[in-house]
């Protein structure tokens, strides 16, 4: 386990990889499914939206187009050089990109009518409470999803070959809704099939924000 005051081997990973992140990780036909992917989160125009462990910002321009122009997204990361890549996608008016961590997120309680975690979960080190701060940060009847475009045990395979992420894997199902019930979101709902992997849960009324 890692003091407080070490920094998290992971941000060096991203930072050392930001540049050619998206030409490697998202070629064309792996892209053209990234419309359909934030069409499936049923986002409402107008919406603000946390873009929870952006990378270089890959969603960003899918997120804005559903949103429509009243709509905000608020990307952040742990890695600098990830949002150096952000900037570029992101218009004038739109809140600039923040470097923190998912552990301890720089928002309000309740700012956000979704919290959209793109393959991201997985690396966060302590999975538990960044889903509560997702929860924290979540208005009531927000979603709050987790979504990869590979399955639990594809992305396992695919982390294995990187001694710094090797670690970093989704929970088992069981353990994830776990998860989603000590953040205060009941009963998620759950694919986990080969190309795509999918936790959903709408925030109830009167939940406080996960565990403390």
């Known amino acids: 386990m890692r003091t407080q005051n070490e920094p998290d081997p992971r941000a060096a990973f991203f930072n050392a ?22 069409a499936s989160f049923h986002l409402p125009p107008g919406a603000t939206v946390l873009d929870m462990g952006t990378g270089p910002g890959t969603l960003v321009p899918y997120l804005r187009k559903a949103l429509g122009p009243s709509g905000r997204v608020f990307p952040f990361d742990l890695s600098l050089e990830m949002l150096r890549q952000v ?23 309740e700012s956000f009518d979704a919290v959209v975690c793109f ?5 966060f080190e302590d999975k538990g409470r960044a889903l509560s701060e997702m929860a924290r940060v ?11 475009l590979l399955s639990r045990a594809e992305l396992l395979a695919h982390h294995g070959t990187h ?3 090797a670690g970093d894997a989704l929970p088992e199902e069981t353990d994830m809704r776990q998860l989603f019930l000590l953040a205060g979101l009941p009963d998620p709902a759950i694919i986990d099939a080969p ?18």
Do not use: Q
């Open 119 to 123: 393959a991201a979960f997985p690396h």
């Open 17 to 38: 990889r930001a540049v050619n992140w998206e030409a490697n990780c998202y070629p064309p036909p792996v892209r053209e499914r990234l419309p359909s992917l934030v």
């Open 87 to 109: 900037r570029s996608k992101l218009g004038p008016a739109d809140p600039p990109p923040v470097l923190a961590t998912a552990m301890r997120l720089p928002f309000r309680d």
């Open 163 to 165: 001694s710094a992420v």
């Open 195 to 212: 190309g795509h992997y999918h936790a959903v849960c709408r925030k109830p009324a009167g939940t406080p924000g996960g565990r403390a």
């Open 138 to 148: 979540a208005k009531p009847g927000a979603t709050v999803i987790i979504s990869h």
